[in-house]
């Protein structure tokens, strides 16, 4: 299973981005899918998640109402479509997989998470 993170770069306050994830290997027809994102000396720390046979999709408290997840069945990719960014928002940030169908107090768990992309540079700055 591979994993190919794209779409990052740097960007004013306000911008938009729109991040992708090619996923190879598996079917996105089950488990969960989901970006984080890790700025210089923090955690890595979930984003959204979605959790594919149940429709839900979860974001972060920092992120909800700016970001969308959404996903393309026929080309097996997933996307972050970020709008309105911060400067807070600058990370290098990741796509992950796991096989689990997770619920919402652990989609947010790295240790959740079998496969990870390479991640993606995303900088907000004026």
């Known amino acids: 299973v591979q994993l190919q993170a794209s779409g990052g770069g740097l960007v004013q306050p306000g911008g938009s981005l729109r991040l992708s994830c090619a996923v190879s290997?598996?079917?996105?027809?089950?488990?969960?899918i989901a970006w984080f994102r890790q700025a210089p000396g923090k955690e890595r720390e979930g984003v959204s998640g979605?959790?594919?046979?149940?429709?839900?999709?979860w974001y972060s408290n920092s992120v909800k109402g700016r970001f969308t997840m959404s996903r393309d069945n026929a080309e097996n990719m997933f996307f972050l479509q970020m709008n309105n960014l911060r400067a807070e928002d600058t990370a290098v940030y990741y796509c992950?997989?796991?096989?689990?169908?997770?619920?919402?107090?652990?989609?947010?768990?790295?240790?959740?998470?079998?496969?990870w992309g390479q991640g993606t540079q995303v900088t907000v700055s004026s």
């Open positions: 979605r959790r594919m046979n149940y429709h839900a999709t």
């Open positions: 992950a997989v796991s096989g689990a169908n997770l619920i919402a107090s652990a989609w947010s768990q790295r240790s959740q998470y079998d496969h």
């Open positions: 290997g598996r079917s996105l027809d089950y488990g969960t």
